[in-house]
């Protein structure tokens, strides 16, 4: 993690419980679907009725290991130091030493899992020359490692799905290439999430294209990210969602709360434009980017797989107060993307020299990572990753009405391209809701009014499959 950019606009937290639309205006009908299950901490869980879980997602998750998880995150603080101008020589990697011998570790761990599934994985690096800039004194090649599990379906193979871990880490002072920089937490825990959905959902099959990254330059000014996120865009590389995982490893002291990972993302996106953002504040849509709807999206799978014993918590900033992280870099080429990380910090375990002072111990290390923990954020982004690659792509050109002064609300899309979307779901809720409390069923055709004003409430379509499996939702613009 490191600090970043100077303003960043913020909404507030998610609070529960509340009401549905239905429930407050006195609305009873069998399209308007809400489920109220209890979360971990006793409070109401609001949003729409989640499908069955799917099969093969659930058979996936089982997999997921814990002990794994505890095997990769031990391996990493292995190497002493990550630090993204630690040496990286050819006599460092042979000893295990540095940054490079991390990154050559996930090399080969990437390639162990394509060798198991066949060859299905196409393991790949990303690399250039960073610097001199700002702590990073001289020219430092930095080398992002990704896999590529290239979707099945040649009509959908290019939707991409991405998740995103940091594999470097850094001391108490990030010039010093010498002091241990363990990273167990920040950002081992990412690293191993990362590979602990490469190595279960390589074997198994999605029409739909995801990509498991591991990079490097975070903590030095999200030089990898940004390098990687700037090479895809160039590319033009369709990544319809970015989960990035940083400090997901639950601190074992006091106060974390067990049962729940923050998701961030951002509000007003990025890469908007002044009129763009004009339109945004007239219709109110500030907190619906796509950044926001595939936070929604993952708290919609946690209640789907985990609940009650694990769930997303959305928090409506991009990033933490002031501070910034990998899915930015995403974020500013125009991509949906959202960071995880654990409930509550422990700023003594990060960035920190292992020591202890004043009866307090400082460092990144092993045993203040929750590895069941760890597994159950694994859980969350294999399984959000495993629905969206099995999805339909979202519908395309989605409209909503304004022509007319109506009390009801006609919205209108075209189909996604890929040709396996065999309906859609229109959602909608009030606008001071956080989450989308109601559906539509449309099982056929691209049009449908719905007796519900515009004026008083957020619309959206999705695309579903015949096994319940559904897209990102898309926020229609006012046609005139």
């Excluded at 011998?101 to 990437?110: P, Q, T, V």
């Excluded at 990303?126 to 930095?142: A, H, L, M, N, Q």
Aim: glycine fraction near 8%; charge should be neutral.
């Amino acid at each position: 993690m490191i600090q970043s950019r100077s303003a960043i606009l913020g909404m507030l937290l998610l609070i529960s419980p509340y009401t549905t639309f239905a429930q407050q205006h006195g609305i009873h009908s069998t399209s308007a679907q809400s489920s109220r299950p209890a979360t971990t901490s006793g409070s109401v869980d609001p949003g729409i009725k989640t499908a069955p879980p799917d099969a093969q997602i659930t058979a996936a998750l089982k997999q997921i290991s814990a002990e794994r998880i505890r095997h990769t995150i031990e391996k990493l603080v292995s190497f002493h130091t990550r630090l993204t101008i630690s040496p990286a020589t050819a006599q460092a990697i042979s000893a295990g030493h540095g940054v490079g011998a991390a990154r050559e570790w996930i090399r080969s761990e990437f390639q162990r899992y394509s060798d198991a599934c066949g060859g299905c994985l196409d393991v790949k690096t990303d690399s250039f020359t960073e610097g001199p800039v700002r702590r990073i004194p001289e020219p430092t090649e930095i080398v992002n490692v990704y896999a590529v599990l290239k979707g099945t379906d040649p009509a959908n193979a290019g939707r991409i799905y991405v998740v995103v871990g940091h594999y470097d880490s850094r001391p108490s002072n990030d010039q010093d290439v010498d002091s241990a920089a363990p990273g167990a937490n920040d950002d081992g825990s990412g690293t191993a999430v990362v590979l602990e959905c490469a190595r279960v959902l390589s074997q198994k099959k999605f029409p739909a294209t995801i990509v498991f990254l591991a990079v490097a330059g975070e903590e030095q000014g999200l030089n990898g990210s940004r390098h990687f996120a700037k090479m895809a865009r160039d590319q033009n590389w369709n990544i319809e969602a970015v989960l990035s995982n940083d400090i997901v490893g639950g601190d074992k002291t006091p106060g974390q709360d067990t049962h729940i990972v923050r998701v961030f993302s951002e509000g007003i996106p990025s890469t908007a434009t002044p009129e763009e953002i004009k339109q945004i504040r007239a219709l109110g849509q500030e907190s619906d980017s796509p950044s926001r709807q595939l936070a929604r999206y993952t708290r919609e799978i946690s209640r789907q797989y985990l609940l009650p014993a694990f769930g997303a918590k959305m928090i409506f900033r991009p990033d933490r107060y002031l501070r910034g992280g990998d899915h930015l870099s995403f974020n500013d080429q125009g991509y949906a993307a959202v960071r995880l990380t654990e409930y509550r910090e422990n700023f003594a375990h990060q960035h920190q020299n292992p020591r202890r002072e004043n009866g307090i111990e400082y460092g990144d290390l092993p045993k203040f990572v929750d590895y069941d923990y760890v597994a159950n954020v694994a859980r969350l982004d294999a399984a959000t990753l495993a629905s969206l690659a099995s999805a339909p792509g979202p519908p395309t050109d989605v409209r909503l009405e304004t022509k007319q002064l109506t009390n009801d609300s006609t919205l209108s899309w075209n189909p996604p391209p890929g040709g396996l979307a065999s309906g859609y779901e229109v959602l909608w809720r009030i606008t001071t809701a956080p989450e989308w409390e109601n559906v539509e069923p449309v099982t056929s055709g691209t049009k449908v009014t719905i007796d519900r004003s515009k004026d008083n409430v957020f619309f959206a379509v999705r695309s579903t499959d015949r096994q319940g499996h559904k897209s990102l939702p898309v926020i229609p613009k006012p046609e005139r």
